[in-house]
């Protein structure tokens, strides 16, 4: 029983050292292939007036800089950008049109989904109507307290 558990064991080692000498020996390539690859191409760079010795790039005898040099920061202190001023979002309302009715004119805009009446002195959640006039509503945006304007079709 043993014998044959060794015979296993024996045999298994060695399909598995066959497949890899098989796996290495297909992968490697002989170094002649490979110059002989690269020789049309040094030919036709220099058919091509490109100077190969060029991209040699010689040794450094000292380093540019010094990694280890003491810095000195204190010169170098910036200035945060100045912070960008607030603006007002674009007006969230659409001009729809006017409706007269018994001498009173109600003025009709939507915002979203929603169908408003609106007349100056209004509040509308963050904005206010200031004017209305035939060509232009003026709202202001109340948190920031700019003066918008909403074009009125004619």
């Known amino acids: 029983m043993k014998h ?11 399909a598995i050292l066959i497949l890899a000498a098989g796996v290495v020996a297909g992968r490697e390539r002989p170094a002649i292939e ?14 091509e007036g490109i100077d190969l010795d060029k991209l040699h ?9 010094d990694p280890f040099a003491r810095k000195d920061f204190a010169g170098e202190r910036h200035t945060p950008p100045a912070a960008a001023k607030p603006a007002a979002p674009p007006l969230p309302f659409q001009y729809i049109g006017k409706w007269t009715q018994a001498g ?5 805009v939507m915002r979203g989904d929603e169908l408003l009446s609106i007349e100056a002195g209004q509040k509308l959640g963050e904005y206010r109507v200031d004017k209305i006039g035939d060509s232009s509503i003026a709202f202001t945006y109340l948190p920031l307290k700019t003066k918008q304007t909403l074009d009125v079709p004619q």
Do not use: F, M, W, Y
């Not at 490979?34 to 058919?47: K, S, W, Y």
């Open 4 to 14: 044959r558990l060794l015979n296993k064991r024996l045999a298994i080692a060695v």
């Open 34 to 47: 490979l110059v002989q690859e690269r020789a049309p191409r040094a030919a036709a760079a220099a058919d």
């Open 57 to 65: 790039r010689g040794e450094a005898s000292l380093p540019q800089n």
């Open 104 to 108: 009173k004119t109600d003025v009709l």
